[in-house]
């Protein structure tokens, strides 16, 4: 009887304590069967052990249900395993089968992750596709593009730089470089006041000169925007440049184009002014010599017969009819003497829309 | 001497089911499946002895996988997806469930297991595993995806006393 108490003591010690001796105890060793018993019971122990402790390669020797189950789960746990680092690698195809609720965890996580590996990679996909397009824009765009973080300091600039500034893109850490470093002596404070009013006004929309270091000068117009977060708050500014150079001397070579066609065009005006006065002036000569050559024979005939009739009517009667008579034969003369002396032709209004020559003295010369 | 074939296989064999049996089907008792292999393999080891018997099993095994690779499977070039197609048709087929503890392709080493194996799941303890016919079939299986040839053994099976079969499979 105390015997069957110390079989009974050392197989609940095996299956109770925490530590158990690998050996049975020696006064129950003579026992037949005992020892291999104690020894299957306690290697399926530490089978157990080793597999709640995650130990997946310990060889269970043994044979029979316990054993078999044992084996049954560790083949099954060895089995998640192997499909786990499958899915860890991206193998989402892996499911499990037959094991119940786990199953359907296993089999809805794995679908799941696709799904959400299916997304981002849809989403990587869109966003080096938004990438590429915006490197291939920046990169052969003509005019020079940047983004620099809210401290200035640059996150991109486009190749383009290059070429209108002629220096490396290395050299350039901040906007202040990019844009005070080569700026013409005669621009450069006026560029610094307009960075400083961009802060306040986030408004920066410049034309300036720059100087290179082989001494040439670029025009640049410059425009500064910034980018804000959905709070409002500025977290990036994007900067564009373009080389306006040959469009500014294009513009000066325009101007002084237009100067010297509105000075040819006055001089056009001045000189058909000329050809008109000239035209009414040779038009008034010719029509004085005719007007002397045709009126001045009448005249002498008047005159010469107005003496001979003096001399036979009666003077005291007539006198004073011939004196008007002389008067106004000598405003004729005068007049037809004043034509042929006018320097230039002048109108002077004779009534309504008619005009007639101003003969006046100011204009003949005459005194 | 040259031997004259009469049962040389082909996938002809199998036969038109749905013409020979229209109310039937494809569905057998799993009964008569092992009532047929445990005869079968009751008088070959008679004639030939049980080392021959089991090489007779793996050679059938071995055919029939191959078989069923050129007949059933479609080509696949990666070793999961051909794992992942091999377990659906297991199951299809109601042959068994496929798991896989290892498998080190570039090695050439795999540990698999199939639990409620066609051949031999629920029999008695017998103390030597039995499923030689499996060994033959995971052989070919393996060989035709790989173009290796591959040594498998049975190192668990329900027989002795275990829940599943497993099998240890090195490339040669």
């Known amino acids: 009887m105390a015997e069957d108490n110390k079989v009974v003591q050392a197989l609940m010690d095996l299956l109770s304590k925490k530590n158990a001796s690998a050996e049975p105890p020696k006064e129950l060793r003579s026992i037949q069967g005992f020892d291999e018993l104690y020894k299957s019971i306690h290697h399926l122990r530490g089978s157990f052990i080793s597999l709640s402790r995650g130990k997946l390669d310990e060889k269970i020797v043994g044979q029979g249900f316990l054993f078999g189950t044992l084996k049954d789960l560790q083949s099954s746990l060895k089995h998640l395993t192997w499909q786990t680092k499958r899915v860890s690698e991206g193998d989402f195809t892996q499911k499990v089968e037959f094991l119940g609720e786990f199953s359907d965890a296993f089999n809805e996580m794995a679908l799941k992750l696709e799904i959400q590996v299916s997304i981002l990679e849809q989403t990587r996909k869109q966003l080096a596709e938004s990438e590429e397009n915006f490197r291939q824009i920046a990169e052969n765009m003509e005019e020079v593009f940047w983004l620099n973080d809210k401290e200035g300091n640059i996150i991109y600039l486009s190749p383009s730089f290059t070429e209108v500034w002629n220096i490396d893109r290395s050299e350039i850490k901040t906007v202040d470089d990019l844009l005070l470093m080569q700026a013409h002596e005669s621009d450069i404070e006026s560029v610094r006041v307009a960075l400083e009013g961009f802060k306040k006004t986030k408004v920066f929309n410049k034309e300036f000169k720059i100087k290179l270091r082989d001494n040439s000068v670029k025009t640049v117009a410059v425009r500064l925007n910034p980018i804000c977060n959905q709070d409002g708050n500025v977290i990036k500014q994007a900067g564009i440049a373009q080389d306006i150079t040959e469009i500014v001397n294009y513009q000066n070579k325009l101007i002084q184009s237009l100067i010297q066609a509105e000075n040819a065009r006055d001089k056009l005006k001045n000189s058909h002014a000329k050809i008109i006065e000239l035209e009414q002036r040779n038009a008034l000569l010719a029509m004085s010599v005719t007007a002397n050559h045709e009126m001045n024979q009448p005249l002498t005939i008047l005159k010469g017969n107005l003496e001979l009739l003096r001399e036979k009517l009666d003077e005291q009667a007539y006198g004073r009819i011939f004196d008007r008579l002389e008067t106004a034969i000598e405003k004729i003369e005068s007049i037809l003497n004043k034509l042929k002396n006018i320097d230039r032709v002048k109108l002077t209004n004779y009534v309504g829309d008619i005009n007639m020559i101003d003969i006046s003295e100011e204009n003949t010369g005459n005194t | ?172």
């Open chain 2, 1 to 172: 001497m040259d031997l004259v074939r009469k049962y040389k296989f082909s996938w002809d064999l199998i036969g038109d089911l749905k013409e020979g049996r229209p109310n039937l089907g494809n569905k057998t008792r799993l009964e008569v499946y092992r009532l047929m292999q445990f005869t079968l393999r009751d008088v070959i080891e008679q004639h030939f002895g049980p080392e021959e018997t089991d090489k007779i099993f793996f050679d059938a095994g071995f055919l029939a996988g191959k078989e069923f690779y050129k007949n059933v499977m479609k080509p696949e070039k990666e070793l999961n997806a051909y794992i992942r197609q091999l377990q659906e048709l297991l199951i299809e087929f109601g042959i068994g469930i496929l798991r896989i503890e290892k498998a080190d392709i570039e090695k050439g080493e795999l540990i698999v297991t199939v639990s409620e194996d066609l051949d031999c799941s629920g029999l008695p303890d017998l103390e030597h595993e039995i499923c030689t016919y499996d060994e033959g079939l995971i052989s070919a299986l393996l060989e035709c995806f790989t173009g290796v040839k591959f040594t498998v053994k049975e190192i668990d099976c329900w027989c002795t006393g275990d829940r599943t079969c497993r099998f240890a499979c090195f490339s040669q």
